[in-house]
């Protein structure tokens, strides 16, 4: 399954580079032996014990793919967290996945071992150093042990814990089977890689979206380039510099990329050596692929999946015209039907709006819960209800117009309201508050917040927003707040979100 299948793939021991991060290139047989050490770190040599679990908390570099490499090794189920959560988002994620064992960075180390002894959770934390090449310190002597990771592996064993926000802001780990994850990245490597390609992945491997464009690529034998810098002008450098045939990256950043110096100022198309541009995370607009079209001579292919998908379920594609203003039809193996929000027995017909179910093989095997059981993330049909709005026409394409529930997309990262509010209302002054999404031309939305105050001192929206920065990632953040007297609530006393929208859009709007 996935996880013999891409360690199979570094096994060759060749001298082309695997990954070229921002200290350099490291070869497919540099990674192999590095990943190998690490796993002869982590492997428990007592294999009676239960499922054992790896957390990896690094930026984006070959530190990151050694570590990972080496937990699969070690017969973990590994769980990614993203670098850029603050310490109560990664204290969450840690509790709920109990790992054995945390990968991060030397800086990061001391944090993370004091947070793990105030947790209370058994974690042995290791300083992965990505200057180092090497990764961490020798193995006790004797034998070593058998890596579990030979074994044969079940279809529905977990793989991977992606965590994503579920739709009351609470944290959820997405347990990703070694059958989806086989599934999904091998229709990827497919449709999308040559052996000889330079794929660029400005995205955090942490995310789903990142890990499908990663792993895609080392099951090639391609080069993949990565940085901890998410900056446009750096990356159309990078792009230019490595000579990228192949870029994965979220609508907001290629729409940055086309303000640089590089893809502003050429008459010709820029970077010739492109020849697959794909996006995700969110819509991409008719206009930013036009004119990324136009720039570089390339189309930009825009594609949709889930998390519990553990990657894309719609993609478009070239040979498919009709089709490239859309996020395509299903990817081999998926089925999706669009059903009426309101009445889930009845299909909606081609062409109009309904919320898009999907159903397959690459559905996760569910939500591991606080109590780290599992919850199904399809119904008793397998059908996963994705909550997007979507339509479909004759030919099998698919256009997402909207979602039924209240994510935020911004910049291809998915923020839960609930979870911004929850921060909001640990300020001593905030009494109730609302958060949706403001259209953003950059980022597609950004946060926006209706605060009820509950105090005789009134916090500034400075005051609340730097509140905000302690407890949630930077993309989290809301970027502006109005103060309100009241906020519509249902006639059960809950917070009536469509009212809301409908009442609010317009001070949202404008105060942007």
């Known amino acids: 399954m996935f996880r013999q299948k891409l360690l199979t793939s570094l096994t060759g021991g060749t001298d082309r580079p695997a990954v070229v991060d921002d200290l350099g290139p490291v070869s497919y ?33 070959a530190a990151w793919l050694a570590g990972y490499l080496g937990a699969l090794k070690s017969g973990a189920v590994v769980a990614p967290l993203n670098a850029a959560l603050t310490r109560a988002e990664i204290a969450k994620v840690l509790t709920g996945a109990g790992p054995r064992h945390l990968l991060t960075a030397p800086e990061r180390a001391d944090e993370m071992t004091a947070l793990c002894q105030e947790l209370r959770l058994r974690t042995r934390v290791h300083a992965l150093d990505p200057a180092a090449r090497s990764g961490l310190p020798p193995a006790p002597a004797g034998p070593g042990p058998r890596l579990p990771a030979a074994r044969n592996r079940a279809p529905q064993d977990p793989c991977l814990i992606m965590h994503t926000s579920g739709s009351t802001g609470a944290c959820k780990g997405v347990v990703q089977s070694e059958q ?7 229709i990827w490597h497919r449709r999308h890689r040559l052996p000889e390609d330079v794929v660029a992945v400005p995205l955090p491997m942490a995310h789903t979206y990142g890990h499908l464009a990663a792993v895609s690529t080392l099951l ?93 379920g719609l993609c478009a ?101 609930g979870e911004v509010e929850e921060a909001l209302r640990s300020h001593s002054a905030v009494r109730d508050v609302a958060v949706l999404g403001r259209p953003d031309p950059d980022r597609g939305e950004v946060p926006h917040a209706l605060v009820v105050l509950d105090s005789p001192r009134a916090p500034s929206s400075e005051e609340l927003i730097e509140h905000c920065r302690t407890l949630l990632a930077r993309y989290k953040v809301p970027r502006t707040i109005d103060f309100v007297d009241h906020l519509p609530l249902s006639p059960v006393g809950k917070l009536d979100r469509p009212a809301l929208r409908r009442t609010f859009a317009d001070s949202a709007e404008q105060t942007g």
């Open 220 to 312: 090639a034998g391609a080069t993949l380039v990565v940085s901890a810098s998410c900056g446009p002008e750096q990356w159309a450098r990078l792009l230019q510099s490595h000579g990228a045939t192949v870029v994965e990256a979220v609508p907001t950043l290629y729409a940055r990329m086309l303000r640089t110096p590089l893809l502003r100022q050429h008459s010709t198309p820029a970077l010739p050596q492109l020849r697959r541009c794909i996006s995700g995370g969110q819509a991409a607009p008719q206009a930013l692929r036009t004119q990324w079209q136009q720039r570089t001579g390339v189309a930009l292919l825009q594609s949709w999946g889930m998390t519990e998908l553990s990657g894309a």
């Open 29 to 61: 047989n540099s990674l192999d032996l590095w990943s190998d050490r690490i796993a002869t770190v982590l492997s428990d040599r007592d294999e009676a014990l239960e499922e054992v679990r790896t957390a990896l908390l690094l930026p984006n570099s």
């Open 317 to 417: 594609a070239e040979d498919l015209p009709r089709c490239l203003d859309s996020v395509g039809p299903p990817v081999p193996g998926l089925e999706v039907k669009v059903m009426d929000p309101t009445d889930q027995e009845r299909e909606i017909p081609r062409g109009q709006e309904g919320e898009l179910w999907v159903r397959g093989p690459q559905v996760a095997i569910g939500y591991r819960n606080s109590s780290r059981r599992l919850q199904p993330t399809a119904d008793r049909e397998g059908w996963l209800h994705t909550g997007d709005l979507a339509t479909r026409d004759a030919h099998g394409c698919v256009r997402i117009v909207g979602r039924s529930k209240d994510a935020i997309m911004t910049g291809g990262y998915t923020i839960q309201p």
């Open 180 to 186: 989806s994850l086989h599934l999904a990245t091998g």
